[in-house]
């Protein structure tokens, strides 16, 4: 479920203009909302870098336009069964939509590939006005994805290691996409959880979710007043 704040631009969407302090109580002591206890985050070797690059967003999340500067991360999801699956997303910092996102069994740096080139060839960005802000993980640092990243005239910039704020926007929507949508549900099988992710992605985030950064309008409202 939604926070209060969503709940609030939800309701007065429907013409009912309750206070976000009303919502907020209502939720806590009349309904008993509780936040949900994730999974333990598994465990990762880091690999060896091919190239790292400088901080290029210095945490300047602002974009003046679309497919100026994009945001990307990979996240742990789980089945029923305790296996994990990882999600690999890009989401656009001019209105935070989600531009591409891909689900699979193993975090790689095919995958980072595979979900850049679902962006670019969706969003089909003006050469070399891109850039892609990520951690320094193996996956984005490798030969493969550097070379990818070059081919397609997108320019890189990494956080400084070991610091989460420096790709904020990516941890609210990792936390979003969890808060919402699959802590919610036991996945038996794979192609549940892909589905449920995909939907959550293109559907709910960018087409119905209220977003505060845009003034509580859902991504695509804001991207279509661009």
């Given at each position: ?13 429907v013409g009912h203009g309750y206070s976000a302090a009303t919502i907020h109580k ?201």
């Amino acid at each position: 479920m939604d926070g209060y704040r969503s709940m609030t631009a939800y309701l007065k969407r429907v013409g009912h203009g309750y206070s976000a302090a009303t919502i907020h109580k209502y939720m806590n002591t009349q309904m008993g909302l509780r936040s949900i206890v994730r999974p333990k985050k598994p465990g990762a070797k880091p690999g060896k870098p091919h190239k790292v690059f400088e901080n290029k967003l210095r945490q300047d999340f602002h974009a003046d336009k679309p497919n100026q500067k994009w945001c990307t991360d990979f996240t742990y999801l789980f089945l029923k069964n305790g296996d994990v699956r990882y999600n690999c997303t890009i989401i656009d910092l001019h209105d935070r939509s989600v531009v591409a996102s891909i689900t699979d069994r193993h975090i790689t740096s095919e995958l980072a590939i595979r979900t850049l080139q679902k962006a670019l060839e969706s969003q089909r960005p003006a050469d070399g006005s891109l850039i892609l802000h990520s951690d320094q993980g193996s996956q984005y640092t490798s030969k493969a994805f550097t070379e990818f990243c070059g081919s397609g005239h997108v320019s890189q910039s990494m956080s400084k290691a070991g610091y989460p704020y420096d790709n904020a926007p990516m941890e609210r929507y990792f936390n979003t996409l969890k808060n919402e949508c699959t802590n919610l549900y036991e996945f038996r099988t794979q192609e549940e959880l892909y589905q449920t992710v995909e939907e959550f992605a293109y559907a709910t985030y960018n087409h119905v979710r209220p977003h505060s950064y845009n003034g509580y309008r859902t991504p695509f409202e804001a991207r279509c007043a661009a």
